[in-house]
């Protein structure tokens, strides 16, 4: 296998090489405009929430990141190299939404979370005794141990949820890119993985989370983004989350944002 000698991005001694760089991306599905001109840039060891409508392209944006949606104009970076590299590298981990994943495939959690080791491992697979290790920390921090020869598909959501996190973990990479993590975990288990978000964040990781809790987004995140197929607003969670922000992505009407929003007018809106 084909190895990479690209720097780690904390020894590129650029602390200001961003984790992504997006940069005039536009992607339409024939017809169905998904994103317009999406500029985007998020600094390293930051989470950023992104928030927006169904079919705001959200996952679009992710997809784009990854690699597997071709844009029709724009460029997307990750720690300043295209996506082929950064996941060849082991730089970016994807956690795709739910509905994209066939959980019929008959592989074990223990399993799904080696796959996270797959890239530097000989092309025989065979695990060495770091990989196992990586194996057995990253399910500990997810508290999945007990679960790890089980089916995946057999798991509630949120324990998929967290099988699929501790695959970023274990691949040990610099940049995560989850697509609603918490859609279907309980308040425990969301709990657990904003602790474990933000030790990785500590840890000098980055992270792009899509949700659409919007109430958690204060607590989880550094930044947020108010996506609606253009980007409407980035910048600190209390910057984005104002009334008159998520009016434009969610509606005008009171019922048309998310219950328990804390809702805040900036000055301009008073
Ligand atoms: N494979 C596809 N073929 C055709 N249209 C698509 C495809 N994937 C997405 N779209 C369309 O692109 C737009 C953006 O979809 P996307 O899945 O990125 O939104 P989203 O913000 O992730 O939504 P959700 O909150 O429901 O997950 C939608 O109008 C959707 O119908
Ligand atoms: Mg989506």
């Known amino acids: 296998m084909t190895s990479f000698a690209l720097p780690h991005p904390t020894s590129m001694g650029a602390e200001s090489v961003a984790a992504i760089a997006v940069s005039g991306l536009s992607v339409s599905y024939n017809e169905v405009t998904a994103l317009t001109d999406v500029d985007l840039i998020v600094a390293r060891a930051r989470i950023c929430g992104l928030i927006g409508v169904n079919g705001s392209g959200k996952s679009t944006l992710f997809k784009c990141l990854?690699?597997?949606?071709?844009?029709?104009?724009g460029t997307v970076a990750i720690f300043g190299t295209d996506h082929r590299t950064a996941r060849r590298s082991n730089l970016v981990a994807y956690v795709p939404q739910s509905e994209d994943v066939d959980w019929t495939f008959p592989l074990s959690v223990g399993d799904v979370v080696l796959m996270g080791r797959y890239g530097r491992m000989p092309q025989s697979r065979r695990a060495s005794r770091a990989d196992r290790d990586?194996?057995?920390?990253?399910?500990?921090r997810v508290g999945l141990s007990q679960q790890r020869h089980r089916q995946i598909g057999e798991l509630s959501g949120g324990q998929k949820k967290r099988a699929f996190v501790a695959r970023s973990i274990a691949q040990d990479a610099q940049l995560l890119l989850l697509d609603e993590p918490f859609a279907g975990v309980d308040k425990t288990s969301e709990a657990t993985l904003i602790g474990l978000l933000q030790e990785l964040r500590d840890e000098g990781r980055t992270a792009l989370i899509s949700t659409h809790d919007l109430a958690g987004i204060p607590e989880l995140c550094d930044e947020a983004v108010l996506l609606h197929n253009r980007v409407l607003a980035h910048g600190l969670p209390e910057a984005v989350l104002t009334h008159d922000k998520l009016a434009l992505a969610f509606g005008p009407t009171p019922g048309a944002a998310p219950a328990n929003v804390p809702l805040r007018r900036t000055a301009d809106e008073k």
């Open 134 to 140: 990586a194996v057995d920390e990253a399910l500990e």
């Open 66 to 73: 990854m690699g597997l949606v071709q844009p029709q104009a």
